[in-house]
Nanobody
Framework: QVQLVESGGGSVQAGGSLRLSCAVSGVTYRRYCMGWFRQAAGKQRQWVSAILIDGSPKYADSVKGRFTISRDNAENTLYLQMNDLKPEDTAMYYC?????????????????WGQGTQVTVSS
């Protein structure tokens, strides 16, 4: 079955960095658009970043220039390098997979999700 397992979350101070990972199994990973989403307490889940099957990255304006998404098709792993973290980045972060070479930002367009990893940024 399809499994997405996130790791790498934690607590950091503002200005710090974290690297999230998402290990994917049960799909032909290289044929999937992969995305990162986040959900802060009491808020809706929002799109953060996505990477197409050709490796082209996309970012939400709020993280552009601070976050870098990458994928390792040999290891079936997705990454999100987060630098210069801010308190407003505090959220549960989820990776998601979409069986298409076109990435969308709608949560409903991703059929497969991980369980999430918590990121907490203190000021």
């Amino acid at each position: 079955q399809v499994q997405l397992v996130e790791s790498g979350g934690g607590s950091v101070q503002a200005g710090g960095s974290l690297r999230l990972s998402c290990a994917v199994s049960g799909v032909t990973y290289r044929r999937y658009c992969m995305g990162w989403f986040r959900q802060a307490a009491g808020k809706q889940r929002q799109w953060v970043s996505a990477i197409l099957i050709d490796g082209s990255p996309k970012y939400a304006d709020s993280v552009k220039g601070r976050f870098t998404i990458s994928r390792d098709n040999a290891e079936n792993t997705l990454y999100l390098q987060m630098n210069d973290l801010k308190p407003e980045d505090t959220a549960m972060y989820y990776c998601a997979a979409r069986p298409d070479d076109y990435c969308l930002i709608l949560t409903s367009s991703y059929p497969f999700w991980g369980q999430g990893t918590q990121v907490t940024v203190s000021s």
